[in-house]
């Protein structure tokens, strides 16, 4: 399974991203598919997570109401609308996905298996 992120990038105060994560290589089973953030220093935060083919989706309270999490399967990609950005959301935006048994713990990283590379995502 191979991730690859882009859509980061610098943008002040109040602006909006979109993120994208194109996934290949996995079979067409049920899959948990998350986005993560980190900053130096800091742990990994997962910030929205969802099932394919629908079903949960899972959001972090800082984000909720400002972020989207979305899916387009037929472009095997996985996205998120970031809106009303802060400051704090500045981080390095990981999307990961994994085997999904149970949507169960959907924000807990060591739910997933598979990693993208980032993106970095600054507000200023």
């Known amino acids: 399974v191979q991730l690859v992120e882009s859509g980061g990038g610098s943008v002040q105060a109040g602006g909006s991203l979109r993120l994208a994560c194109v996934v290949s290589g996995h079979p067409r089973s049920r899959y948990c598919l998350g986005w993560f953030r980190q900053v130096p220093g800091k742990e990994r935060e997962g910030v929205a997570a969802?099932?394919?083919?629908?079903?949960?989706?899972d959001y972090a309270d800082s984000v909720k109401g400002r972020f989207t999490i979305s899916q387009d399967n037929a472009k095997n990609t996985l996205y998120l609308q970031m809106n009303s950005l802060k400051p704090e959301d500045t981080a390095m935006y990981y999307c990961?996905?994994?085997?999904?048994?149970?949507?169960?713990?959907?924000?807990?990283?060591?739910?997933?298996?598979?990693w993208g590379q980032g993106t970095q995502v600054t507000v200023s």
């Open positions: 969802t099932v394919t083919a629908g079903g949960s989706i």
């Open positions: 990961a996905a994994a085997p999904c048994a149970s949507s169960g713990f959907l924000l807990r990283d060591w739910k997933y298996d598979y």
